[in-house]
């Protein structure tokens, strides 16, 4: 009976202790690490057990619920043999102390060639971490940070230092501090990424040579910080709704020799805002509905603006502290497309107008002056205010286009509100001619 | 009850509410029309931004006048007379009168924007939540401008009176509002963020677009300067339910202080 009673208390201890867990960890480490080169690992839908360390070259490979969780102290995957491939895995709970000597990341990588893709991440300080990483392929993650309101105590979705020549596309990351942090990393090539809710979408340092296209930056703080950075390219990108206090589609702060191409700037509250920038040039961009088009600072010089549609912002264009020197508001006789608040005629049908457009303005005064102005920029009472200071002669001039271009823009629906208007006046006017009064009041009674 | 039935079967036979709907509609399948092509991401936040934008054009001026006449007709009628002169005084008065416009104002403005929903749904993906928000902004808006409208009604003596005192209101909130605040942004400190503070949210365009944008989620108050966060001192909501408290205790007041009983039309 003692023996019996024995037995069941040292099998219960099992069930106490659940020593599952730790040796399903020990069981992927062990498993890696007995792994030959180049093995192929595929997990089962199951939670395992981090952290990991990977050093030698793999696959592996997950599926819908597979999840590496670790165990809050540290990076949950690290990579440190070349040419491994992760893929269809969650991995979460990565440290976040901020007082350690290194800074954490759900997968962190130390060594080149690798391939991570169709990987999700949460819960973690930063998402994938490429430390003096190159020629890696980032692709197909989704990284969900813990939004807006936690800034300081999150990292970034994807940080790229010292890294080069990586490959990142087709990622989705949502509510990091910044989406994808770069320093240090130059010629990395940075395709269709979706970026949302973070406080910059992009944010560069000392980075040079690095390309983007086809990426969607959506409601941050600020749409791209480009800072310290020369010869980018930007081609084809979408900065939409970056609207908050303060914030931007595009930042150029000290920021030299890069090339916009193509993008859309899009409902933000400074589409484009350039700082201590030079000789950028933005070609070919729609610049729309933000409430400040493009904010230029006085020690932004030489910047080229051409062929790009600026239109429906509240302020096309607006030069701070002063006209920097040589900005040109045209390229090879092409200006810009200003649309319809600077009526243009072109009698000779070449496209440009006959006229140059110059942009007069008081507001940059006040923004130089009072951070609180960027609250009234929606405010009708602008108009007000900027007619005000036309009047008493405090307006200066923002910029002029010398070669306007001149777009015939298709714009079949307000002639029709217009007819359903007239219509309906119409309708009115014909139908109670005689007892108008009735429309407001007076209780059907005719008059 | 009364009231609400009364309201109803008076709008019902004049064209004011309903035409001033129809605008509100009008306006609301425009921008839809015009956002189809929004199809990138967000356009649904794009959409009710772009569509609350237009709309403050008009629901504030169209609820002037409903508010107003709709008073302003019992003084025609004669109709404030004997209600006053049986058991209500014009406290009870214009507080079921209120009640009575705000429901029949904003019935078939949330039916209608319930319709809407149904259109928007094949194009945009639907955040719940921020449809409520931005249709709860638009009731709110009515709501204080009717009350102001109220308040018109109850003053002035004669049409001409009720069309100068709506346009003037409207203009106010509209342009001066703010217009003054511009003025005397050079000299906002710290010292005196709060007031101007107070100031801003005092306009309820400004207060319900911020509760609004903020609502929403599309606009965000991260990383604020001391002087942001000074004049930020308490959230959206709360600056809106003050405004809203302030300007309908206020056009409530006056309307009962100022009131005449009959008008000279």
Same mark, same amino acid.
């Given at each position: 009976?003692?023996?019996?009673?024995?037995?069941?208390?040292?099998?219960?201890?099992?069930? !106490?202790?659940?020593?599952?867990?730790?040796?399903?960890?020990?069981?992927?480490?062990?498993?890696?690490?007995?792994?030959?080169?180049?093995?192929?690992?595929?997990?089962?839908?199951?939670?395992?057990?981090?952290?990991?360390?990977?050093?030698?070259?793999?696959?592996?490979?997950?599926?819908?619920?597979?999840?590496?969780?670790?165990?809050?102290?540290?990076?949950?995957?690290?990579?440190?043999?070349?040419?491994?491939?992760?893929?269809?895995?969650?991995?979460?709970?990565?440290?976040?102390?901020?007082?350690?000597?290194?800074?954490?990341?759900?997968?962190?990588?130390?060594?080149?060639?690798?391939?991570?893709?169709?990987?999700?991440?949460?819960?973690?300080?930063?998402?994938?971490?490429?430390?003096?990483?190159?020629?890696?392929?980032?692709?197909?993650?989704?990284?969900?940070?813990?939004?807006?309101?936690? !800034?300081?105590?999150?990292?970034?979705?994807?940080?790229?230092?010292?890294?080069?020549?990586?490959?990142?596309?087709?990622?989705?990351?949502?509510?990091?501090?910044?989406?994808?942090?770069?320093?240090?990393?130059?010629?990395?090539?940075?395709?269709?990424?979706?970026?949302?809710?973070?406080?910059?979408?992009?944010?560069?340092?000392?980075?040079?040579?690095?390309?983007?296209?086809?990426?969607?930056?959506?409601?941050?703080?600020?749409?791209?910080?480009?800072?310290?950075?020369?010869?980018?390219?930007?081609?084809?990108?979408?900065?939409?709704?970056?609207?908050?206090?303060?914030?931007?589609?595009?930042?150029?702060?000290?920021?030299?020799?890069?090339?916009?191409?193509?993008?859309?700037?899009?409902?933000?509250?400074?589409?484009?805002?350039?700082?201590?920038?030079?000789?950028?040039?933005?070609?070919?961009?729609?610049?729309?509905?933000?409430?400040?088009?493009?904010?230029?600072?006085?020690?932004?010089?030489?910047?080229?603006?051409?062929?790009?549609?600026?239109?429906?912002?509240?302020?096309?264009?607006?030069?701070?502290?002063?006209?920097?020197?040589?900005?040109?508001?045209?390229?090879?006789?092409?200006?810009?497309?200003?649309?319809?608040?600077?009526?243009?005629?072109?009698?000779?049908?070449?496209?440009?107008?006959?006229?140059?457009?110059?942009?007069?303005?008081?507001?940059?005064?006040? !923004?130089?002056?009072?951070?609180?102005?960027?609250?009234?920029?929606?405010?009708?009472?602008?108009?007000?205010?900027?007619?005000?200071?036309?009047?008493?002669?405090?307006?200066?001039?923002?910029?002029?286009?010398?070669?306007?271009?001149?777009?015939?823009?298709?714009?079949?629906?307000?002639?029709?509100?217009?007819?359903?208007?007239?219509?309906?006046?119409?309708?009115?006017? !014909?139908?109670?001619?005689?007892?108008?009064?009735?429309?407001?009041?007076?209780?059907?009674?005719?008059? | 009850?009364?009231?609400?039935?009364?309201?109803?079967?008076?709008?019902?036979?004049? &064209?004011?509410?309903?035409?001033?709907? *129809?605008?509100?509609?009008?306006?609301?399948?425009?921008?839809?029309?015009?956002?189809?092509?929004?199809?990138?991401?967000?356009?649904?936040?794009?959409?009710?931004?772009?569509?609350?934008?237009?709309?403050?054009?008009?629901?504030?001026?169209?609820?002037?006048?409903?508010?107003?006449?709709?008073?302003?007709?019992?003084?025609?009628?004669?109709?404030?007379?004997?209600?006053?002169?049986?058991?209500?005084?014009?406290? *009870?008065?214009?507080?079921?009168?209120?009640?009575?416009?705000?429901?029949?104002?904003?019935?078939?403005?949330?039916?209608?924007?319930?319709?809407?929903?149904?259109?928007?749904?094949?194009?945009?993906?639907?955040?719940? &939540?921020?449809?409520?928000?931005?249709?709860?902004?638009?009731?709110?808006?009515?709501?204080?401008?009717?009350?102001?409208?109220?308040?018109?009604?109850?003053?002035?003596?004669?049409?001409?009176?009720?069309?100068?005192?709506?346009?003037?209101?409207?203009?106010?909130?509209?342009?001066?509002?703010?217009?003054?605040?511009? *003025?005397?942004?050079?000299?906002?400190?710290?010292?005196?963020?709060?007031?101007?503070?107070?100031?801003?949210?005092?306009?309820?365009?400004?207060?319900?677009?911020?509760?609004?944008?903020?609502?929403?989620?599309?606009?965000?108050?991260?990383?604020?300067?001391?002087?942001?966060?000074?004049?930020?001192?308490?959230?959206?909501?709360?600056?809106?339910?003050?405004?809203?408290?302030?300007?309908?205790?206020?056009?409530?007041?006056?309307?009962?202080?100022?009131?005449?009983?009959?008008?000279?039309?």
């Amino acid at each position: 009976m003692k023996k019996v009673t024995l037995f069941l208390f040292i099998f219960s201890l099992f069930f !106490i202790m659940k020593p599952e867990k730790n040796m399903a960890a020990e069981n992927l480490q062990q498993r890696i690490d007995s792994m030959k080169e180049g093995a192929v690992v595929k997990l089962q839908d199951r939670t395992y057990e981090g952290n990991l360390v990977i050093r030698k070259s793999m696959t592996i490979i997950g599926s819908k619920n597979t999840v590496i969780k670790g165990n809050g102290h540290g990076n949950v995957i690290s990579i440190k043999a070349p040419h491994v491939k992760l893929s269809h895995l969650t991995v979460e709970h990565s440290s976040m102390s901020r007082d350690s000597e290194e800074e954490y990341a759900a997968i962190k990588v130390y060594t080149n060639g690798n391939t991570i893709d169709h990987i999700k991440i949460r819960n973690s300080f930063h998402g994938i971490y490429l430390s003096q990483a190159h020629h890696n392929t980032i692709s197909d993650n989704e990284i969900h940070g813990m939004g807006k309101g936690e !800034i300081a105590g999150q990292g970034n979705g994807l940080q790229i230092y010292y890294s080069n020549h990586n490959l990142l596309s087709h990622n989705t990351i949502e509510g990091t501090r910044d989406g994808m942090f770069f320093t240090y990393a130059n010629n990395n090539k940075i395709d269709e990424n979706h970026i949302s809710n973070t406080r910059y979408g992009l944010h560069y340092m000392y980075s040079d040579q690095n390309t983007f296209k086809n990426n969607i930056f959506t409601m941050n703080i600020g749409g791209a910080a480009i800072m310290n950075s020369n010869h980018l390219t930007l081609t084809k990108n979408q900065f939409i709704f970056n609207y908050g206090n303060q914030s931007f589609g595009l930042l150029l702060l000290q920021a030299n020799d890069n090339h916009i191409e193509n993008n859309i700037f899009y409902m933000n509250q400074r589409g484009i805002y350039l700082d201590q920038a030079t000789r950028n040039l933005f070609q070919k961009n729609k610049i729309m509905q933000n409430q400040i088009g493009i904010e230029l600072w006085a020690s932004s010089n030489q910047q080229t603006f051409t062929q790009n549609q600026i239109v429906e912002n509240n302020f096309p264009a607006i030069a701070v502290a002063g006209q920097g020197t040589g900005n040109a508001w045209s390229k090879n006789g092409k200006g810009n497309d200003w649309g319809s608040s600077f009526p243009l005629t072109d009698l000779n049908q070449d496209g440009i107008g006959d006229f140059p457009v110059t942009y007069q303005s008081s507001l940059h005064q006040l !923004i130089e002056d009072q951070e609180l102005t960027s609250l009234f920029l929606k405010s009708p009472a602008i108009t007000i205010y900027e007619k005000m200071n036309a009047l008493l002669g405090h307006n200066e001039k923002m910029f002029t286009d010398r070669y306007p271009l001149v777009t015939k823009t298709k714009s079949h629906l307000p002639l029709y509100i217009v007819i359903v208007l007239i219509g309906l006046a119409l309708l009115i006017l !014909i139908k109670g001619r005689h007892r108008l009064c009735i429309t407001f009041g007076r209780n059907g009674k005719k008059i | 009850m009364h009231y609400i039935w009364k309201e109803w079967k008076e709008n019902l036979r004049g &064209k004011g509410l309903w035409l001033s709907l *129809s605008i509100i509609a009008l306006i609301s399948v425009s921008i839809l029309f015009r956002s189809t092509a929004l199809s990138f991401d967000k356009g649904f936040y794009v959409l009710l931004i772009n569509l609350f934008d237009s709309l403050i054009y008009f629901i504030p001026i169209l609820c002037l006048f409903i508010g107003a006449f709709s008073i302003f007709q019992e003084k025609e009628q004669k109709t404030l007379i004997m209600l006053l002169t049986k058991k209500d005084n014009y406290q *009870s008065f214009l507080w079921k009168k209120s009640l009575a416009l705000y429901t029949i104002v904003l019935a078939p403005l949330l039916a209608w924007f319930f319709v809407y929903l149904a259109f928007l749904k094949f194009n945009f993906v639907i955040d719940g &939540k921020g449809y409520l928000v931005f249709v709860l902004s638009i009731a709110l808006l009515a709501i204080v401008f009717l009350q102001m409208g109220a308040c018109i009604g109850s003053f002035c003596r004669s049409r001409m009176q009720i069309v100068g005192a709506a346009v003037f209101v409207w203009f106010y909130f509209f342009f001066m509002h703010d217009f003054i605040l511009l *003025s005397v942004l050079p000299n906002v400190s710290a010292d005196n963020v709060i007031w101007f503070s107070l100031a801003y949210f005092l306009n309820p365009l400004e207060a319900v677009r911020m509760f609004l944008e903020t609502g929403m989620g599309v606009y965000s108050f991260g990383h604020m300067s001391n002087l942001l966060q000074a004049f930020m001192w308490t959230k959206p909501a709360y600056f809106l339910i003050g405004n809203l408290a302030f300007w309908l205790i206020v056009s409530y007041l006056i309307a009962i202080l100022f009131h005449r009983k009959e008008g000279n039309e």
